[in-house]
Each structure stands twice: as structure tokens, then as C-alpha cells.
């Protein structure tokens, strides 16, 4: 996988600007608010078709302009391929694939990325949501069955928690066709998330014993809040039907459905003790270095090939060590880089002619000199 091109008019701070890039490993570097990181969020909505930020489509829009459109070419099994995305103040996002204008769920998986930012960091000790947000677009970059199953699941609940609501205050209303439903789409999803777990957990074993030089082993584990840690019928429609009778009562009375993978979670630990607890602040970070790099490792092992790495300023928060394992998996994949500068950057020979400077929405590649 490799982007070779990005073209993005009135997109953020860009106006209308050319870059290209090659299979290697690239440096942006400049000033904030310069239009580092709007850059690599461009190239990411390429591969989800929305912001990693959580910004509105309108907001991503130049000041003053009523449209904006993102044109990434890029190699995909050797072949050449063209996303486009068009964002309108007045319309509809338009997503398009090589001239074939394409729903979001088909987008998804077409360029495979993976993003590492310092949000990433709080990947352990944050909420639920992220680890689960995580497994779930890992998953959907090269499952397109998941990324549909999972948005109807989502559609189901939000149906049925606003059942809830009206059964709070209005009486009755049949339930048991929405639990039907959602009974299997949970068993299903939950079935694939350990099956993708499975190969996470091990990836990032192995990357992690390297990362922490053979002193410890991290384990990846899935819990769900309720079911009593039964294990044995995680992938049962049937014991996810039986859990959401059981919890019906608790249901109305929060108005919120409490049983399915939407609440489910994952627990990363050293040994006995769970990082999220026990953890310091350095072996967080190296676990999190480990599960971003055994990202780019699932992906290969379903796909066939590497997918594009996205660093969003994460080497100011690695130390030399992690920063210097980093690079050292990476020097065959391609991947973009922000950073304040690459002055200090260790082992600087691998990105030399590959530098670019980023002022006020425009990307010159620039020349370096080893040092």
C-alpha cells in the first residue's frame, strides 16, 4: 500500500495544493497551526471518509468557501487507484472510488491506514469507548461484512434504547424483535473481535517482549460487564437473547441497553497486573507502541500487504529508546510523520530527501544533508 499523491482544494488551511510522496518514510515538520496535522488528516479520511478529530465535514471546509475536495492517488496491490471526496456547506459528503461514487461502508478498507496520535496514548487508561472504537476500525479496515454488521447492530440499539424510553413512560412496547436481532448481531461481531483479538494479542506479544527487551509479555483479554465472566457462550445468539430478558427491568429503568459488545472492553496487562491499575506511564507507552505496531502486522497478515503508517506528533511523546525501536520497524513501510522539527531526530539518515516543510497550508519537499 502507498499514497503517491494528495491533492486537497479549500480543505482547512490548503487551498489548492499538490503533494507527492514517496515509498518511504516522510517527515513534515514546521510551526503549529502551519497545517501539519490537517494534512494527515486528509490523507486518513481517505481511508474512513470522515475526520479522526470528530470535526463536522462543514467545519473541515475553508473559511469562506461553500466547498471542499480531497484527491488522494494511490497503489494498492500494485495497481493504481483514485479516492475522491467532496465536502459541500449545502450537500452531501460524495465519496468516491476510481469514478464510482460510493456509499461510506464501501470506502472503508479501499486504502488501509493506521494512525498512531497522542490520543493514542490514552489507549489504556481512557474509556471503553476507545479500545473498542480501536478493535472496531482495525477490524473494519479489512472486513467489510464487520463494518456493515456493526453499523446495524449500532441502528438496533439506538432503536431499541429508544423503546426503552417509551416503555419508561408510555407502557409495553415489543421489544422482541429488536432483541432477536440484536442477540445476533452481537454473538457475530463478538465472534470476529476475538478472532482479530487473538491475532492482536500475539502480534503485539512478540512486538512488546522485543520493545521491553525480552523483560515482559503483554497480554490482550476481552471482558464483558455482565454475563457473570461466562466465556463459553460468547458467540451464542441465544445467551445474548437470554441477558437482555434478564436485564430488562434494569433496561427501562435507565433507558439504556445494557448487554451487547457496545459495552464490552479490553483489559491489557504485564503479567498479573493490569496496566490500567498498575501500570507506570513508560510501560503504558510501550504497550501502546506495541499494539500500534502489531496493527501494521494484522493488517499485512489479512491483506497482503502493509497498509500506510500516519504519525500525528507522537515522537515528542516517545522517549530515544522507543523512538529509535519505532523507526526500526517501520524502515520498510511507508509512513508520514508531523513533528515541530527534525533537528534532534534520531537516526536522521532515514529520511533524508524525504523532508517536507509545512507553512501556512503549503508542503515544499526540502533537501537535508547527513549530518
Known amino acids: 500500500m502507498m499514497i503517491e ?7 482547512r488551511n490548503y487551498d489548492d495544493e499538490m503533494i507527492t510522496f514517496p515509498k518511504a518514510i516522510i517527515l513534515l515538520y514546521g510551526k503549529n497551526g502551519q497545517g501539519k496535522t490537517n494534512l494527515l488528516e486528509s490523507l486518513y479520511m481517505g481511508g474512513i471518509g470522515k475526520s479522526y478529530r470528530g470535526i463536522a465535514d ?10 471542499a475536495s480531497i484527491i488522494i492517488q494511490f497503489q494498492r496491490s500494485d495497481t493504481q487507484q483514485q479516492l475522491k471526496i467532496i ?30 496520535s497522542p490520543d493514542d496514548l490514552q489507549l489504556i487508561k481512557g474509556s471503553p469507548s476507545l479500545r473498542r472504537r480501536f478493535i472496531d476500525m482495525e477490524i473494519s479496515q479489512v472486513s467489510r461484512p464487520y463494518y456493515r454488521e ?23 412496547h415489543p421489544l422482541d424483535e429488536w432483541d432477536r436481532q440484536i442477540a445476533g448481531f452481537a454473538a457475530s461481531l ?9 491475532k492482536l494479542s500475539f502480534l503485539a506479544g512478540v512486538l512488546h517482549k522485543r520493545l521491553s527487551r525480552g523483560t515482559e509479555m503483554l497480554n490482550l483479554t476481552y471482558v464483558q460487564p455482565y454475563g457473570g465472566g461466562d466465556r463459553d457462550h460468547q458467540t451464542n445468539p441465544e445467551w ?14 435507565r433507558q439504556a441497553t445494557s448487554v451487547g459488545p457496545h459495552r464490552d472492553d479490553l483489559v491489557f496487562s504485564v503479567g498479573p497486573a493490569d496496566l490500567r491499575k498498575y501500570g507506570s506511564q513508560g510501560q503504558q507507552r510501550t504497550a501502546v507502541l506495541a499494539l500500534k505496531l502489531s496493527e501494521l502486522e494484522y493488517v499485512k497478515s489479512e491483506t497482503g500487504e502493509y497498509p500506510v503508517l500516519l504519525l500525528d506528533d507522537v515522537m515528542s511523546e516517545l ?9 526500526e520497524e517501520i524502515k520498510d513501510i511507508q509512513t508520514i ?9 534520531v537516526k536522521e539518515q532515514v529520511i533524508i530527501n524525504n523532508v517536507y516543510s509545512v507553512v501556512e497550508g503549503t508542503a515544499t519537499r526540502v533537501r537535508t544533508e547527513e549530518a
Open 5 to 11: 499523491s494528495v491533492r486537497l482544494h479549500r480543505f
Open 240 to 253: 445474548y437473547y437470554a441477558l437482555l430478558q434478564r436485564h430488562l427491568e434494569e433496561d427501562v429503568r
Open 337 to 345: 510523520i508531523t513533528c515541530t522539527g527534525y533537528d534532534d531526530f
Open 190 to 198: 463478538v465472534a470476529k473481535r476475538l478472532e482479530a483479538l487473538h
Open 58 to 67: 462543514a467545519d473541515l471546509i475553508s473559511w469562506n468557501q461553500d466547498q
Open 150 to 172: 456493526l453499523l446495524q447492530y449500532n441502528r438496533a440499539i439506538s432503536q431499541r434504547n429508544l423503546l426503552l424510553k417509551k416503555m419508561k413512560y408510555e407502557g409495553i
Open 87 to 116: 465536502l459541500s456547506r449545502t450537500a452531501k459528503k460524495e465519496l468516491w472510488v476510481n469514478e464510482t461514487k460510493v456509499p461510506q461502508k464501501e470506502l472503508v478498507g479501499t486504502l488501509n491506514e493506521v494512525l498512531f
Open 319 to 327: 522517549d530515544t529508546s522507543r523512538r529509535d525501536a519505532l523507526i
